[in-house]
């Protein structure tokens, strides 16, 4: 389960269902002169208006951080869980109108408690942000920021100053030496009185070879350099040949690897090295 994958909308439902959780232990009804119990007193009322929306809000979540979408009487788990949101909703809604319901018709004096109050209020928060998280691009947002990724190294590069990298001191190389520059007493290096040219033994010195320029790039070779990014919302990835089919979906808060600029589109390495075109980058964000 990818954490990383939840919205904004998704972190709102889970806020509400907290509330919602905390408000069944709460007075359900009001009355001044009796021993008015909480929703747990009332296996209707809590089933129907707190844990529904309670089991509601977990199915959103587990439906978001799944890879791949479940099914529940043919529905995906996502839409089953906005569906007992609303019902919550409902039932507190009614509830609120008429919460003589549970009690004998003599008692008049009684009225809706803080724990109904809270919990309609909280019910209602939960069912607006499941109905409008898919329609509303704020709450599309990425809950948690994914870290920022290391930026991508030339194939093949290694990291400075390591032995045999240009620049790095060699063993043997007085401090302070050039590269490439032999220190005193090396093959090479004159000594005093000593012919430029010359080794120490007397005998001439060949030239060395000019080192080889780098060939110059072709033509029609891409300026594109990889990078990191990350999707605002899920979007697939297609195979490279056009297959319509998608191979993978991308997630929010994770980050992938760009290598290669296909037209509009990027051709994107997932993490287990799957490689794919993205045929939607707006809104990307770029590590």
Same mark, same amino acid.
């Given at each position: 389960?990818?954490?990383?994958s939840?919205?904004?909308?998704?972190?709102?439902?889970i806020g509400a269902a907290?509330?919602l959780?905390?408000a069944?232990f709460?007075d !359900?009804?009001?009355?001044?002169?009796?021993?008015?119990?909480?929703a747990w007193?009332?296996?209707g009322?809590?089933?129907?208006?707190y844990?529904?929306?309670?089991?509601?809000?977990?199915?959103?979540?587990?439906?978001?951080?799944l890879?791949?979408?479940?099914?529940?009487?043919?529905?995906? &788990?996502?839409?089953?869980?906005?569906?007992?949101?609303?019902?919550?909703?409902?039932t507190a809604?009614?509830?609120?109108?008429?919460p003589?319901?549970?009690?004998?018709?003599?008692?008049?004096?009684?009225?809706?408690?803080?724990?109904?109050?809270?919990?309609?209020?909280?019910a209602l928060?939960m069912?607006? !942000?499941a109905?409008?998280?898919?329609l509303?691009p704020a &709450?599309?947002?990425?809950?948690?920021?994914?870290?920022?990724?290391?930026?991508?190294?030339?194939?093949?590069?290694?990291?400075?100053?390591?032995?045999?990298?240009? /620049?790095?001191?060699?063993?043997?190389?007085?401090?302070?030496a050039?590269?490439?520059?032999?220190?005193?007493g090396?093959?090479?290096q004159?000594?005093?009185?000593?012919?430029?040219?010359q080794q120490?033994h007397?005998q001439?010195q060949?030239a060395a070879a000019?080192?080889? $320029?780098?060939?110059?790039p072709?033509?029609?070779?891409s300026?594109?350099?990889?990078?990191?990014?990350?999707?605002?919302?899920? =979007?697939?990835?297609?195979?490279?040949?056009?297959?319509p089919?998608p191979?993978?979906?991308? !997630?929010? /808060?994770?980050?992938?690897?760009?290598?290669? $600029? =296909?037209?509009?589109?990027?051709?994107?390495q997932?993490?287990?090295?799957?490689?794919?075109?993205?045929?939607?980058?707006s809104?990307?964000? =770029?590590?």
């Open positions: 389960m990818n954490i990383r939840l919205t904004r909308g998704d972190g709102v439902v907290v509330v959780f905390i069944s709460l !359900a009804f009001d009355s001044p002169g009796g021993d008015i119990p909480n007193d009332s296996l009322l809590v089933m129907g208006m844990v529904s929306g309670i089991i509601g809000a977990v199915l959103i979540v587990v439906a978001r951080g890879p791949q979408p479940r099914k529940v009487a043919g529905l995906d &788990l996502g839409q089953f869980g906005v569906a007992l949101t609303i019902f919550s909703a409902w809604l009614w509830t609120i109108f008429d003589l319901g549970f009690f004998d018709s003599d008692l008049t004096k009684v009225s809706a408690g803080v724990g109904l109050i809270l919990g309609l209020v909280a928060v069912a607006a !942000a109905v409008a998280t898919p509303v &709450l599309q947002a990425a809950l948690l920021g994914a870290p920022r990724p290391q930026q991508p190294q030339p194939y093949g590069g290694q990291p400075q100053g390591g032995y045999g990298y240009p /620049g790095a001191q060699q063993p043997g190389q007085p401090y302070g050039q590269p490439g520059q032999p220190g005193p090396q093959p090479g004159p000594g005093p009185g000593q012919p430029y040219g120490q007397g001439p060949q000019p080192a080889p $320029q780098p060939a110059a072709q033509g029609g070779a300026d594109f350099s990889p990078f990191w990014f990350a999707v605002p919302v899920p =979007r697939p990835l297609y195979a490279e040949d056009g297959n089919t191979i993978a979906e991308l !997630a929010p /808060g994770t980050w992938y690897l760009a290598v290669e $600029q =296909r037209g509009p589109g990027l051709v994107a997932t993490q287990d090295g799957r490689r794919g075109v993205l045929q939607d980058t809104g990307i964000q =770029r590590g």
